[in-house]
């Protein structure tokens, strides 16, 4: 086994620092079967080399920073499916009176941030970050129309946002929990679930996770995180790197796998 890396305890207060604001957005249009190919999974090969012909979707690449969402240019949401993310993170919080509630969403997820559930003044306002440089494919109206005859690539795409529905379950239940160390501890193995990368030091998590994210995430006060994640890494269940990457050791709660379960 390597030795483990240098394991910073401390808050570091300059690690929630605020990124700098969204430099210039870049569009172009791309084959999005080229860039997600499991999107084509349910098709033969010669369906799915038909349909990449036409899946084409204009692609938008957003800086890390504040990201007005809601002001994406569709030219007629109607018909539309959504905002495919490609790479990057992108955090959703959401805020009422002085709590917040953080999602974070990521490669091969669908968003549809102009959708509305009633016009009611007491539904929270969603605020969107980009957390990490992200590309998003636009499937507005015009790709719709020209993907019908390949109903595969529609019903993919459903599945992702199903799978997203999911996760946030899974995320809400863990917020229940009272305790604020298992809390915290699940919900870095449920991140690790989606983004977790094998290393030899255990699950690297290549997510810019400060405590301000992760107490937003659990739903606790940021200094109570800072204590838990604290006595989480003396019991060797998690570290910090010097590059800021959090490290799982030992395997995954059994309740994680129970959440799971409940959710098939």
Known sequence: MQPHLAISNEYDPSSDCDVEEHEPQQRRAVAILDLDPDLAQ????????????????????????????????????RGALGLLVLDGIIARELKLGG????????????????????HHSAVPRADWRVLDTARIAILDRRFVTRTAPWPELTTAIFGRAMNRSRSLAVQLAIRGIQRVEPRLLLELWHLAERWGRVSPDGIVLPLPLTHRLLASLVGARRP????????????????????GTWVLRESAPPELGELYAMLN
Not at 47 to 68: C, F, M, S, Y
Not at 99 to 112: D, H, N, P
Not at 226 to 232: D, I, P, V
């Open 42 to 77: 349910d098709m033969s090969p010669e369906r799915a080399a038909e349909a990449r012909t036409q899946a084409i979707a204009t692609v938008e690449t957003l800086a890390a920073g504040d990201w007005p969402a809601t002001a994406i240019d569709l030219r007629d949401p």
């Open 99 to 118: 709590a917040s509630f953080t999602e974070l969403i990521g490669e091969g997820e669908i968003l549809r941030p102009w959708e509305r559930r009633g």
């Open 224 to 243: 109570t995180v800072t204590t838990a994640l604290k006595e989480l890494t003396r019991q060797g269940l998690v570290f910090r790197r010097d590059d």
